[in-house]
């Protein structure tokens, strides 16, 4: 069965500053990976997400995210936050041949100091 | 495009009460999920469908029931309300398994059982 950890509960950057969410998930197949994002009182949009290939992946606003395998993790990462990123991440894992059964992590809940 | 469209809103229900969550898409997707967001606890899976006719339980299924007997339409039955059921509900599509495929959510419905 999949599963995502999330260590991070809540972060708190300087606007300006660089960001690093975690993201580690269990798997015993080749994952699907996603990041997800979640304005308050808002939906999911999807920021970015990794089927296969190039382990480096770049997605909506900037955002970029390395698959490793060895480490089974998926950072997501931003070289500058802006005060319009805070918000709530989600990590998410899903199998190969159940698209519909995504699993998603616990959240990271980004503040941004002005 | 209306992409994934849930209603209500918003409800209150008192203990007991029976209600049904609605949920479609117009984009031909096979793949339909509901998941229950909670503060600390991120989503959780409670029912998906594969496709017409097909459902299977996800992490936290009791308490609910789901029939999809069209592409468009994933409704969710909560047959006696709980307090413990008081949760933030959304319901997401996605393509076939296998293709490069990523979920769309809806814009959730705030449920509150008193």
């Known amino acids: 069965a999949q599963s995502v950890t999330q260590p991070d509960i809540h972060i708190t950057v300087s606007e300006g500053a660089s960001l690093e969410l975690r993201c580690n998930y269990s798997?015993?197949?080749?994952?699907?990976l996603f990041w997800y994002v979640q304005s308050p009182g808002q939906g999911l949009q999807l920021l970015l997400k990794y089927f296969s290939g190039d382990t480096l992946v770049q997605g909506i606003k900037g955002f970029e995210a390395e698959f490793k395998r060895s480490q089974s993790s998926f950072n997501l990462r931003k070289p500058s936050v802006h005060w319009s990123d805070a918000a709530e991440y989600f990590c998410?894992?899903?199998?190969?041949?159940?698209?519909?059964?995504?699993?998603f992590g616990s959240g990271t809940r980004l503040s941004i100091r002005p | 495009n209306a992409g994934v469209t849930q209603t209500p809103k918003f409800q209150v229900l008192k203990t007991g009460q029976s209600m049904t969550l609605q949920c479609a898409q117009d984009m031909n997707h096979e793949y339909m999920s509901w998941y229950r967001q909670d503060p600390g606890m991120g989503l959780r899976l409670i029912h998906y469908s594969v496709g017409a006719g097909i459902t299977d339980q996800g992490e936290v299924p009791n308490g609910y029931n789901v029939s999809r007997s069209t592409t468009e339409d994933f409704p969710l039955r909560l047959l006696s309300a709980a307090p413990s059921q008081t949760s933030v509900y959304f319901c997401?599509?996605?393509?076939?398994?296998?293709?490069?495929?990523?979920?769309?959510f809806g814009q959730g419905t705030r449920l509150t059982v008193v």
């Open positions: 998410a894992v899903g199998a190969y041949s159940s698209a519909s059964k995504i699993i």
């Open positions: 997401a599509s996605s393509r076939a398994a296998g293709m490069n495929t990523e979920a769309f």
């Open positions: 798997y015993g197949a080749t994952p699907y």
